[in-house]
């Protein structure tokens, strides 16, 4: 029997939109009908280049097509939360870039509107459904390594303020926290869950962003260590302990395409999991699930989950004293 197709649309058309829909053309019941951007030639162009029917220049108009089903919102951070809401009150699904929103409230009150018009509804955290990911929770789960006690991981990469002018906006919710420092809370979140306590420092822009900030998440018997920077390089790996053993995710962690199992300081083993694509292909199968079986939420990041790290972030938010 032929799935029934899912007709997506996708708002803020810039890079990760890019990466986006190039997987979302991968997935066969999976269609791209509508892009919407400010700027008509860019969506034009984008449709075009990704086999769209339609293309708009306003979010509005394609909030209001009917033949869409589910929006993917691609654009700055500062916007998620209106823009998410806004669709769900004209009926569409919602998938949202993450993070989800600059601040706990805004991220409650999108929940909330999925729940109130009953739409699919889910932050945009790739990474939680990428192989790798799936498996290393699953073994954790397991007991593979014992009970877990540490986790290192860092993103990191030297920004330019000329290239990456929306990294260093205030205004459009920039910085290293929101953009990246997100990923290492999360992977913290998922394997340990809610902290008994956050410390976070950070070395501030002139205009009172985030260039870079640490983080240790402290729990009943365990810790992690987080970095997130976006003027520094980093190994970009992450390492999780515990008291058999550890795991390390390939390089870049966040979408790793395999792991390695250390024990008694020896590599016992190394396991080899692509991803589909650039690897967004693993979270349009997901929503598109949801979606079929009539869930307003994913089991795998569902909304207490997104609500959970929002509120980790605004802790971290509120330490380093972002202007958001």
């Known amino acids: 029997?032929?799935?029934?197709?899912?007709?997506?649309?996708?708002?803020?058309?810039?890079?990760?939109?890019n990466q986006f829909a190039?997987?979302?053309?991968?997935?066969?019941?999976a269609e791209l009908t509508a892009v919407a951007s400010r700027d008509l030639s860019n969506a034009r162009e984008f449709a075009k280049e990704y086999k769209a029917a339609k293309a708009y220049e306003s979010y509005d108009l394609l909030f209001n097509d009917s033949e869409v089903d589910i929006v993917y919102i691609a654009t700055p951070h500062n916007s998620h939360a209106e823009l998410s809401i806004k669709a769900l009150e004209s009926g569409k699904h919602v998938l949202c870039e993450?993070?989800?929103?600059?601040?706990?409230?805004?991220?409650?009150?999108?929940?909330q509107a999925a729940k109130k018009h009953n739409k699919f509804f889910m932050e945009a955290f790739w990474t939680r459904f990428i192989p790798s990911i799936q498996e290393v929770l699953q073994k954790i789960e397991n007991g593979i390594i014992g009970n877990v006690n540490y986790i290192k991981a860092d993103f990191a990469f030297h920004g330019s303020e000329r290239e990456n002018k929306r990294l260093f906006e205030k205004e459009l919710g920039g910085g290293a926290l929101f953009d990246i420092g997100v990923y290492p809370l999360f992977l913290s979140y998922i394997l340990l869950g809610n902290p008994k306590e956050i410390l976070a420092k950070a070395i501030k822009h002139r205009n009172d962003i985030d260039l870079q900030t640490s983080m240790i998440l402290q729990y009943e018997s365990g810790q992690s260590i987080l970095h997130a920077s976006i003027v520094s390089?980093?190994?970009?790996?992450?390492?999780?302990?515990?008291?058999?053993?550890?795991?390390?995710?390939?390089?870049?962690?966040?979408?790793?395409?395999?792991?390695?199992?250390?024990?008694?300081?020896?590599k016992e083993a190394v396991f080899t999991l692509p991803t589909i694509g650039k690897g967004y292909s693993h979270e349009i199968i997901e929503c598109q699930n949801?979606?079929?079986?009539?869930?307003?939420?994913?089991?795998?990041?569902?909304?207490?989950?997104c609500l959970d790290l929002s509120r980790i972030v605004e802790e971290v938010k509120n330490q380093i004293k972002l202007p958001f």
């Open 1 to 17: 029997m032929k799935k029934q197709k899912i007709k997506w649309g996708i708002i803020g058309l810039g890079n990760i939109a």
């Open 290 to 305: 949801c979606i079929l079986n009539n869930q307003i939420e994913s089991k795998i990041w569902s909304h207490q989950n």
């Open 98 to 111: 993450k993070p989800m929103a600059l601040s706990y409230t805004d991220a409650q009150r999108m929940v």
């Open 233 to 266: 390089e980093s190994d970009m790996k992450a390492v999780i302990a515990g008291t058999e053993g550890r795991i390390e995710l390939n390089v870049p962690w966040y979408v790793a395409d395999g792991y390695s199992l250390f024990k008694n300081e020896e």
């Open 22 to 29: 190039g997987d979302l053309l991968l997935i066969e019941n």
